[in-house]
């Protein structure tokens, strides 16, 4: 596993390369944001801000969600796929939201992953965009490059890993750690082809050291 200076030098030169930080989801409301990680399972966050705008026009309050045909929802977001499990869990989570939590969008890992459609990486992303808590949003982008960087023992379990960066990620740090994780990974560390070569992270990379070796 990765010494503290490492993971301390990784997470100062991603702050270079994205000093913003910011999640490449569109959303103005909080349950916009709950709504469009929905959307994303099996789908770009590219393809999502396409869809969500006239999704979000027909559709303008939580109420009109809570009250709409989950057939319609799913001929607006047919092309983010298995439009009809997000389209009744989209609905479902707006009825929830409504009576049980006032219509606000609730603030603790139990009360989320308790929504339809919501597990630990869409909750942790809520708990860290919206409501400023340390989380740690575990998805491909994540998983794949701590485990390619050594800071993680290379697991593809998402919970898995979430134990190990709480382990050695400062709370502070861990929410846009996690968004640079995914603007690192669509940038340089790809799933098939990493630009190794100048890559800014390969003096702490174990997978470029031991690439160096063969």
């Known amino acids: 596993m990765k010494s503290k200076a490492a993971v301390k030098r990784i997470i100062e030169t991603l702050k270079g390369l994205y000093p913003d930080a910011l ?37 303008p309050t939580l109420e009109s969600f809570a009250q709409a045909d989950p057939a319609e929802v799913g001929e607006y977001i047919h092309s983010c796929g298995f439009y009809n499990g997000k389209a009744r869990d989209i609905v479902a989570c707006a009825q929830q939201l409504l009576q049980k939590h006032g219509g606000k969008v609730p603030g603790t890992m139990e009360e989320l992953t308790a929504l339809p459609g919501v597990g630990r990486k869409t909750a942790n992303l809520i708990l860290g965009d919206i409501y400023h808590q340390p989380a740690y949003v575990c998805d491909t982008h994540c998983i794949r490059i701590t485990g390619r960087l050594g800071i993680t023992d290379g697991s593809k379990d998402p919970v898995q890993v979430e134990r190990q960066l709480r382990k050695v990620l400062p709370p502070e740090e861990s929410s846009d750690f996690c968004h640079r994780m995914v603007l690192f990974g669509r940038d340089t560390c790809t799933a098939r082809s990493p630009k190794c070569e100048g890559c800014p992270l390969a003096g702490d990379c174990a997978a470029a050291k031991a690439a160096k070796k063969k």
């Open 23 to 59: 999640c490449s989801l569109q959303y103005e409301k909080d349950y916009e944001l709950l709504f469009a990680v929905r959307l994303s399972a099996q789908c770009t966050d590219e393809r999502v801000n396409k869809v969500t705008p006239a999704l979000y026009e027909r559709f």
